[in-house]
C-alpha cells in the first residue's frame, strides 16, 4: 500500500487522525485519555506543536494543529508510538495500536479553521444513536430529513456535555487546557466564545452537515484551487533541498517589527523595553505564530528575553486576543499590512 502523501511547511496548519488497528478501541477509560492529553501537552513542548482543537472518540482521534516548524511528523510518530507503548502495557497487550500511519491533512488558513474545529466538535454527535450518521447526514442535507424537536435537544445536550474534546472550552463551558490554543480561531468568530458557541450550537440544531471536505486535493490539502497549486509548487521544492530550513518562512522578524512599528506609530526601541507594553508582543506573537521562530530566537531579538517569559509573552497575548476586541482588530491589521492571511 501506497504511503499517504506528507505535505510539511513551516507555519502549516493540519488536521490529524488516527484510527484504532482494526478500529478497535484506542481509549477504554478515563485515565486512557488523561494519559493521551498528558502525552499531547508533552508533544507541544518537545516540538513546538501548536494544538488547537481535539476530540478523542473510542477508537480514533482528532486534532488541528499547527507546526511552525514543519515537524507533524516527528511530533505525531512520538505520540502515537508512546502512547501505544503506554497502553500496551496497562492493557495488557501486544502489538500495534493504531491501524497503520496517521493521517494528516494540510488546510488554508481562514474560513477553513474555523470549519474544521467545528467538524472536529461534531464528532461525538454524527452518530446513528443520535441520528446523524453518514446516510442521515445526507439525507438531512438535501432536505429528505428533519430531525425531531428532541433529537435536536439530545445532539445539543451531547456536544455540550462531552468531556473529551475542545468545545467546552471553546464555547466558555469549562476553563481550557493550559496548551490548548484558542486564539487563532475564536478571532475568526464576533463575539469570541459567545459567539463560536452560538455559531456552532445552531449550526448543529439547524442540522447543518459538514461539505468542506468537497475542497479536498490529493487526499492531502484542503482549500481553494490557488492555495492547493502553491503548495504543490513548495513540495516540489522541499523535496529538491537538503533540510527544512531552506524553505523560506512566512514572514521575517524584520518585516514584523516595521509592521508593529506602523500600527503603534513608534519604533521598536522606543517601546520594546515598555513594561506592559503591547507591542512587543504582538511582534513575538506574529514572529511565532506565522514566522516560526522559536522561543530562543525570539528572546534574543527582545533584547535578551529568557525563552519562558517569550512563551508566557504569547500565552498572555492568546488571552488578550481573546478577551479584547481593539486587540483582535490590531492584530488583524498588523497582518493585513505583511500581507498574510487573517
Known sequence: MARPLRVNIPGGWYHVTSRG?????IYYDADDRREFLRRV???TKRFLIEVHAYVLMPNHYHLLIRSPNANTSEAMQWLNNGYGM???RRHGQVGHVFQGRFKSILVEGGVNLLRVSQYLHFNPVAVK??????REKSAEKL???????????KRLETLRSFRWSSYRAYAGYERPLEWLTRAEILRRVKGCSEGYRAQTEDRLAQGASEDLWSQLKWSAILGSERF?????????????THGRKALRREVSWERVVQAVERVKGERWEDFVDRHGDWGRDLALWIARKRGGMTLRELGKQANGLDYSAVS????RFDRKIIDHRHVRATVKKTLHLLNIET
Open 86 to 88: 503506554w497502553w500496551n
Open 143 to 153: 432536505g429528505l430529513r428533519t430531525p425531531s424537536p428532541e433529537l435536536v435537544k
Open 312 to 315: 508566557e509573552a504569547i500565552r
Open 129 to 134: 444513536g443520535l441520528g446523524w450518521g453518514k
Open 21 to 25: 488497528q482494526r478500529r478497535e478501541r
Open 228 to 240: 492547493a497549486k502553491a503548495m504543490r509548487e513548495k513540495m516540489d521544492v522541499q523535496r529538491e
Open 41 to 43: 501537552e508533552e508533544m
